[in-house]
């Protein structure tokens, strides 16, 4: 299970506070990457402590890289168990958490305390967890060095989607998505609009 940072506020305004190094390698840098608000997923994989047992992990680096072929990318750290179980597997599946699952988020990132039995089933070869925001069952099309991660790019073979809230991660704390900005083009205005940042 990889096991999340904790994030605090000590980085503002391109001042670094005392001890910290400003370099790529350094917490400032990591801070600041972590300013990008998005989704959250579980990457699920194959775990070879025995027969339709599954590994998880959450995370946030997720991007779509083609619509034909369809294919999606996550990146994982190397000294990982989810590097090695990804690494020997030609499955996987990618899981988008909804609003109501705060808690997959934390166990799959190690940070909770409680042991919990999340249900899932097998699709296309990749365990799948139950009742998610959107899924996909991938098989493994590419991997790539990325420094201290590897960039796992995998062909989705089936999915599915809903259209509930998805959980939110900013500055390694959680969030709903909040309230929509309805605005109009400044060439048609909207009637009753709500003003937002790029009206």
């Not at 083609?66 to 989810?82: G, H, I, K």
């Not at 899924?135 to 991660?149: E, N």
């Amino acid at each position: 299970m990889e096991r999340a940072r904790d994030l605090s506020d000590d980085y503002k305004d391109g001042k670094l506070p005392a001890g910290k190094v400003n370099s790529p390698e350094g917490e400032a840098f990591r801070k600041a990457t972590r300013n990008w608000a998005t989704g959250v997923i579980v990457v699920t994989v194959p775990s070879p402590e025995g027969p339709y047992e599954m590994h998880g992990m959450s995370a946030s680096s997720f991007n779509v890289l083609s619509a034909s072929p369809r294919l999606l990318a996550v990146n994982v750290e190397n000294n990982t168990n989810c590097f090695r179980y990804l690494n020997a597997s030609d499955t996987f599946g990618i899981n988008m958490l909804n609003n109501t699952q705060l808690e997959y988020a934390w166990y799959f990132a190690n940070r909770l305390k409680k042991k919990l039995s999340p249900k899932y089933t097998w699709k296309s070869g990749a365990p799948i967890l139950d009742n998610m925001l959107t899924w996909f069952a991938l098989r493994k099309w590419a991997q790539y060095p990325g420094g201290d991660h590897t960039i796992f790019v995998g062909q989705v073979i089936e999915f599915s989607r809903t259209d509930d809230p998805p959980l939110v991660c900013c500055r390694g704390r959680f969030h709903d998505l909040g309230q929509r900005f309805y605005y109009a083009h400044p060439d048609h205005e909207m009637p009753g609009s709500i003003p937002g940042p790029l009206a």
